[in-house]
Every structure is written in structure tokens, then in C-alpha cells.
């Protein structure tokens, strides 16, 4: 039979005599002649094979050779049959009858074994080099593990030395580093997280070199990777401001020295000479995680009962790294557009260019279009929503911190008022005596308190709220820049790196907003709240305050024997009562501001009333009860007293509210609701009462007055028999004038003018004081030797015009 084998073309025929056969003929015996009668026996002793037939041999050869099955069963089986032919062939041997049939089979048999022999060798070098191969792999993979491990430990305890050791002493310093704190900010959570990992790696008390100890590990990390992302997306993102403080004291060579100084100190065996070689390391080790851990997955078997979740540890590992760098990317484009700049109009100014020129008329021509439908808008509902929220929100906030400043504000001008303090004549007045006492308990010691609560619980949250609003805002406003600039770009069909670099802007604040935005406008809603709880809380303790306060005067008190129906109708009564008081001295004030004015006219304002009634008649002239300011054309801006000359009670579209006036030369409006009709001074102003001076001679005009010169010669007395007054108040409009009041003595320099107008004199006042007054508010009186007017009751009831 032909069977086929690997590495050989072709087998010889295998033929074996019968287990039963026992009668076999040497050549040339009984039983046929010759090569004949041999060949006839090999044929029957090839018919009477029944151990060894070729579909046996075949099913063995096929099941050793086959790349399926087995092989060394393959080998086990094949080795048993060639054993029993083996042992047929030694009973053959034994036999006085042999063939030449006999002896090939022999040496077929002998081949076979030698090539299960070399089988046999190769496979069992094959199988020590995979031992060998996993033996290797295994001890990579511990030591992955065990470096993973071990630098984790050194990493945090470099971290410890640098925050604690290094802190301490770099605070000693004289003076004290600024910013020192910031350096080491988030630094706190980055070892408290690399704490925890260590912990639970060690509470198992499980060696590296168990196999569960890669379970544990990968278990560990997988737990603890929420909180590692948070505490190094925090540090990361801050590590900036570290770069930025520590190339500022790098600027100054004496304190960076004192600063190495102190480092090299503190930390002997570590060869640092900066700041940086310990801050730097959070950025390095996260990087490291999936370094380590793809290290420990290569040379861990895919049969290995934790290679899945190792596996899972690895992919988690990676997509950490890839959420901290985005969000330090976010964080980094917030920083630079979140920025309030005040800037003047000259620096407005020098930042323009050519480029920010052209950028800021795109934006405004896009802008043009969306309002007038020429083009669409890109139109984004949820942040829509985000952006409504927070303005509303915005101006909830602003309002509330504004009430309450204007409320505190109001409590101290309350609180500055101290009536208590008073020295008043309380004997015998019981009820008015409680009353200070009451009065001076709340001014020094509750309301203070109240107000102190006030400040620390309710207005600083609220000023720092206000303060961060800014920074949304402003990513707020700059996205609507981006966007404007988004649409433009996105009609093309390819764009170049400054481009790209505009899109990926715009989409990036677009995504940071629609992340941030929502969580800081539920953190600002609940502040709020918060505020409004703690306002209502502290009203309340106010209350209780004053309650315990008024519970000791209470027998003391009038009405306090009324029923408490009866007292909160007399409270009521009483608060109704005052409001009204309140209400008619506020009328009073107005009627008594708004009332005509009736003090005597200057010299000017008689000429404009002369004009005025000649040309339009006395009905007609209003004077003006307030001060106007034209807001619109053709508005006039008169002041408070002057007269004018209605020429139409209209303007001319209608309005009845804007009329037209005459002031004494231009022509314009004014509000009706500040025009009152002019009625004249019951008296005239008495003619100018100034002193006769000597006739100055033509060609020659005195500016000055000086006693030398006068011509005037007065009794040598102590103080004089007459004296100049003041009948009316005065007020300075120009520059050469002075304002004096009702009653004032002053002495007359000049009866005129430095035109020679005789309506102006000008006048000296105490304290050397000198300027020009209307003659016809001076009034000569006698006085009395202590220097008073003997009739000061005919100068008050002049000055009382005003």
C-alpha cells in the first residue's frame, strides 16, 4: 500500500505475516519450485494479514501527520501497533520458516522508529522554547508591574518632600514670596489620589509576583480613575500660572539664588535646582499610566483570567489623557477671551490695523444681513435657552446686590444718627427714658451685629457672584464674534491653517459654553437662593433680637397693658399717623421749592422784563421754577428765576407740553411743567442806599478803593453810627461777582462799575472778600455800639422775600 508522509515522496510497501500463521516454506521447499512457489507464499501470507490492514496503517499514518489532531495520541497509538508488530516479528523469527517477505518489514519498521525518534525530539525542544518564551514573558511583565508600582511610591513621596519640606521653608523667607501658594495649588489632591491607589494595592496583601495581583492592580486604577481625572485636569491646567511665577523670581538673581538655596537644602539627595523638577512630575506620570500599562498588556498571555480588564485599564488610561488635554485646551481659550480689559479710547485706537479693520467690518456686514434677512442665521436652541437663563439670572443678581448695598447703606446713615447720646432733660419721664434705653441698645450692639452678618453673609457672596459673571459673559459676547465669523468661512469650500484655526475657535467656545454654562447657572440659582435664605435668617434673628430686647421694658412701656389685638391696632394707628406726618412735610418741602421765587430782580433781569412786557405784554411773562436743560433742538437751557415771554403754548407738531418761548433774545422751547406766571414783589427794592462818594474827575476812573484817597471824613468814634447791609441773598454768575448773604455787613469800595453802570457796587466783605453786588440789594442802617442794626426785624422781613 502507498501511504503519504511529510518531507518524503513515498513509503515502501508494508508487509507483515499473520499473528496465526505458523507455517512458513524456505525458498525452494515443499509447497512450489523456486522463486515461484516463494512469491505464492508471499501472496498468501499478504492475503492472510488481518492485525495490519492498510486502512488501519492509513487511519494512523493520517492521524500522525494530520495539523488537526493530536499528535501525540497520534504517536501513542502508532507506537502501540508497531510494539505488537514487533513482538509478531519475534515470533517470526522463532520460527524455522522464514521469507524474504519478513526481512523488508523489518526494515521499514526500524525507519519509522527513527523518525518518530527525531519527532519526538523537535517537538520536545518546541515545547521548552515556549516554556522558555513564558517564562520571559512572565518576568517582563513582573517587572512592569513592579516598576509601575515602585515609581509611583517615589513619585509621591518626591511630591511630599516638595509640598511640605520645600513649602515650609520657602515660606521663612524675608521677604515672603508672592504668589507661593498658587504654586502649589491643586498639589494637595494629586497626592491624595496617588495615596489612595498605594492603599489599595496594599490592603490585599498580595505580592506583584501572584497572579491576582494584576487583577487587583487593574481594579484599583479603574476605580480610582474618576477622581485621578479630576484632581489632574486641575493641576494640569494651572501649571501655567507655575511656569509664569517661577520665571518671575527667576527675573530677580538674589532671591532665585536664596531660592535654589533653599531647595538644594531641603532636599539634599535630590539633585534640584528648581521648583519645576517637583511640579513638573504630575504631568509627567499621567502621561506614564498608559506607557505602563500597555508595557505590563504586551507581555501578559490573552488567556490570563485579568487580561480584559487589563486590556480595559489601558483604553481607560488613554482616554484620560485625552479628556485632561481637552479640557486644559477649553480652559486656556476661556482664560484668553474670559479677560475684562479697560481700555481709553487712545488705546482703542492704536490696536487698529489693517487686519482688525477688516475683521470687524465682515462681523458687522454679517451682522447687517442676519437683521435684515439677507442671510440666515445659524441658529442653536439649547445654547439660545443657556444664553436667556443666564441673562436673566444676571440681572436678578445685579439688582439683589444692588438693593442691598442701597439697604446697608440706609442702615448706616441710621446707625451714624445718635439721638441717645443727646443731653436731654429726661427726669421724672419714664416711658422716654426706656426709650434711650432701647434706642442705645440697638444702635451699639444689635444692629451693628446685624450689619456685620449682613456684610460677611450677604453682600460679599453677592459681590463675588457679580464678579464672576464677567467671565461668561464675555465668552458669551465673543462667541457671537465667532460665530459671525463661522458663517462667513463655513460657505467655502476649503480653508487654509488661519482659517481652520477660526473654526476650530468658534466651535471650541460653542462646546465649552454648552458644558460650563449650564453648571454654573445652576450654581449661581442655588447661590442665589442660598442668599435670599440666609437675608430671610438673619431678619429673623433680628427679630428675635429685638423681641428678647423689648420683653425686658415692656412693664415699663405705655399701652404695654393692652391686649395684643389692641396693641397692633395702636401699632398700626400709630405707623398710619407718622407716614402721614411724613407725607405732609414732604409736600411742604416740595411746595415750599417749587413756590414762585420773589426775591427782587437784578439790573439785568429788570431790563429783560422791560423788553419782554414792551413786546409781548404782561401776561404773557412766566418765570422758570427749576433748572431746564435742552435735551432736543430748539431747546432752550434756562436756569432757575429767569423770565421768558410764552409766545405759543404748543410746539409744532401739537405737543402742548413743549412750549414756545421768547428768553430776551433767543427763541426756543421749554417744558410747560416748569413755566409759572411771573408775579411781581409786593415792594420795590429801596434805591441804592450806598455811601455818597466824592466826584471822581472826568478822565480819571477809580478801580479800587483805598481810605487814603476817600474824601469822606467820619466822626472818631470806636465804631461807625451807620453801616452798609445785605437786604437779600445773592448769588455769584460770573467770575468778577461774590455771593453774600441776607443780613451781612460789607463795606461799599465803588458805587459803579468799572463801566460806570451805577445797578453794580462793588462791595468788600469780612475776610478781605471783594466783588460786585446789585446796588439796589445794599441798605444803609443804623447800628448800635456792639456793631448790630437797631432794626434788625425791617432786614429779616426783607430777606425773607427770598
Not at 137 to 151: C, D, M, P, Y
Not at 744 to 756: I, M, N, P, Q, Y
Amino acid at each position: 500500500m502507498q501511504v503519504s508522509r511529510r518531507a518524503q515522496p513515498a513509503s515502501p510497501q508494508l508487509a507483515l505475516p499473520s499473528r496465526d500463521s505458523s507455517d512458513f516454506s524456505p525458498p525452494g521447499g515443499d509447497g512450489g519450485g523456486g522463486g515461484g512457489g516463494g512469491r505464492g507464499e508471499e501472496e498468501t501470507v499478504s492475503e492472510e494479514m488481518d492485525f495490519f490492514t492498510d486502512e488501519e496503517v492509513g487511519e494512523d499514518i493520517g492521524a500522525y501527520l494530520g495539523l488537526d489532531m493530536d499528535l501525540s495520541g497520534s504517536l501513542e497509538a502508532l507506537g502501540a501497533k508497531l510494539s505488537d508488530s514487533r513482538i509478531s516479528a519475534e515470533e517470526t523469527a522463532d520460527s524455522p520458516r522464514t521469507t524474504e517477505g519478513g526481512a523488508g518489514a523489518l526494515e521499514v519498521r526500524g525507519h519509522d522508529e527513527e523518525e518518530l525518534e527525531a519527532d519526538r525530539t523537535r517537538l520536545s525542544e518546541e515545547e521548552a522554547e515556549e516554556a522558555a518564551a513564558r517564562e520571559k514573558a512572565a518576568q517582563r511583565q513582573l517587572l512592569a508591574i513592579e516598576e509601575l508600582v515602585h515609581t509611583e511610591r517615589n513619585y509621591l513621596r518626591l511630591l511630599q518632600l516638595a509640598s511640605v519640606t520645600i513649602r515650609n521653608n520657602l515660606s521663612k523667607m524675608e521677604p515672603p514670596l508672592v504668589g507661593l501658594s498658587s504654586m502649589f495649588l491643586h498639589v494637595e489632591e494629586v497626592m491624595e489620589v496617588s495615596g489612595r491607589l498605594l492603599s489599595l494595592l496594599d490592603q490585599k496583601l498580595v505580592k506583584p509576583g501572584d497572579p491576582q495581583y494584576l487583577h487587583i492592580l487593574c481594579d484599583s486604577f479603574l476605580s480610582m480613575s474618576p477622581d485621578i481625572e479630576e484632581s489632574y485636569k486641575e493641576f494640569l491646567a494651572n501649571y501655567t500660572l507655575v511656569t509664569t511665577l517661577e520665571n518671575t523670581y527667576k527675573q530677580k538673581e538674589a532671591l532665585w539664588t536664596e531660592i535654589v538655596k533653599v531647595i538644594k537644602t531641603s532636599a539634599p539627595e535630590v539633585n534640584a535646582t528648581s521648583l519645576s523638577f517637583f511640579l513638573v512630575m504630575p504631568v509627567q506620570r499621567i502621561a506614564r499610566y498608559p506607557l505602563l500599562l500597555q508595557t505590563i498588556k504586551k507581555h501578559t498571555e490573552t488567556a490570563h483570567p485579568a487580561y480584559k480588564r487589563l486590556e480595559e485599564a489601558a483604553h481607560t488610561a488613554i482616554a484620560l489623557n485625552c479628556r485632561i488635554n481637552e479640557y486644559k485646551r477649553f480652559r486656556e481659550v476661556a482664560d484668553k477671551y474670559k479677560k475684562t480689559e479697560t481700555l481709553s479710547i487712545k488705546d482703542k485706537i492704536n490696536r487698529l490695523n489693517s487686519h482688525s479693520i477688516a475683521k470687524k467690518t465682515a462681523r458687522l456686514s454679517q451682522y447687517i444681513k442676519h437683521e435684515t434677512g439677507m442671510a440666515s442665521k445659524l441658529v442653536d436652541e439649547e445654547f439660545d435657552a443657556l444664553e436667556m437663563f443666564f441673562y436673566v439670572l444676571e440681572k436678578g443678581i445685579l439688582e439683589l446686590h444692588d438693593n442691598v448695598g442701597s439697604y446697608l447703606c440706609h442702615l448706616q446713615e441710621f446707625l451714624a444718627c445718635r439721638p441717645e447720646e443727646c443731653d436731654l432733660d429726661l427726669h421724672g419721664n419714664k416711658p422716654a427714658i426706656c426709650y434711650k434705653e432701647i434706642q442705645t441698645a440697638l444702635r451699639q450692639w444689635i444692629l451693628p451685629t446685624f450689619e456685620k452678618r449682613m456684610r460677611s453673609l450677604i453682600y460679599k457672596p453677592l459681590c463675588s457672584l457679580r464678579d464672576l459673571l464677567a467671565g461668561p459673559r464675555n465668552l458669551i459676547r465673543k462667541r457671537l464674534d465667532k460665530l459671525l465669523d463661522y458663517e462667513v468661512l463655513e460657505a467655502r469650500p476649503s480653508l487654509n491653517y488661519e482659517e481652520q484655526a477660526i473654526a476650530s475657535t468658534y466651535r471650541t467656545i460653542n462646546t465649552l459654553l454648552l458644558n460650563e454654562l449650564p453648571q454654573f447657572n445652576g450654581l449661581a440659582l442655588g447661590m442665589m437662593w442660598s442668599v435670599l435664605g440666609t437675608f430671610s435668617s438673619l431678619h429673623l434673628d433680628l427679630t428675635s433680637d429685638m423681641e428678647q430686647l423689648f420683653q425686658g421694658f415692656a412693664q415699663q412701656l405705655p399701652h404695654s397693658s393692652l391686649e395684643p389685638g389692641a396693641f397692633w391696632e395702636w401699632v398700626e394707628h400709630a405707623v398710619l399717623e407718622g407716614a402721614r406726618n411724613l407725607e405732609s412735610v414732604c409736600c411742604n418741602v416740595e411746595e415750599t421749592l417749587s413756590a414762585p421765587i420773589s426775591q427782587p430782580l437784578s439790573p439785568s433781569s429788570q431790563r429783560r422784563l422791560a423788553l419782554l412786557t414792551q413786546k409781548h405784554g404782561s401776561e404773557k411773562i412766566f418765570q422758570v421754577s427749576g433748572a431746564v436743560v435742552g435735551g432736543r433742538d430748539l431747546d432752550l437751557s434756562l436756569g432757575r428765576g429767569e423770565l421768558v415771554a410764552v409766545v405759543s403754548q404748543k410746539d409744532s407738531r401739537g405737543d402742548k407740553r413743549r412750549w414756545l418761548v421768547d428768553a430776551g433774545g433767543p427763541r426756543g422751547y421749554a417744558p410747560s411743567a416748569k413755566l409759572i406766571r411771573y408775579r411781581q414783589a409786593v415792594e420795590d427794592p429801596p434805591p441804592s442806599p450806598h455811601l455818597t462818594l466824592p466826584v471822581v474827575p472826568a478822565g480819571q476812573r477809580r478801580h479800587s478803593y483805598s481810605p487814603e484817597t476817600r474824601s469822606l471824613t467820619l466822626p472818631a468814634m470806636s465804631r461807625p453810627c451807620f453801616q452798609v447791609f445785605v437786604s437779600y441773598d445773592f448769588t455769584a454768575s460770573g467770575a468778577r461777582e461774590f455771593s453774600v448773604r441776607a443780613g451781612e455787613a460789607v463795606r461799599v469800595l465803588e458805587s459803579h462799575d468799572k463801566g460806570g453802570n451805577p445797578d453794580w457796587s462793588l462791595v468788600e466783605a469780612a475776610q478781605g472778600r471783594r466783588g460786585y453786588v446789585p446796588s439796589n440789594y445794599l441798605v444803609v442802617m443804623p447800628t448800635t455800639p456792639t456793631g448790630q442794626p437797631t432794626a434788625p426785624g425791617a432786614l429779616s422781613s426783607r430777606a425773607s422775600f427770598h
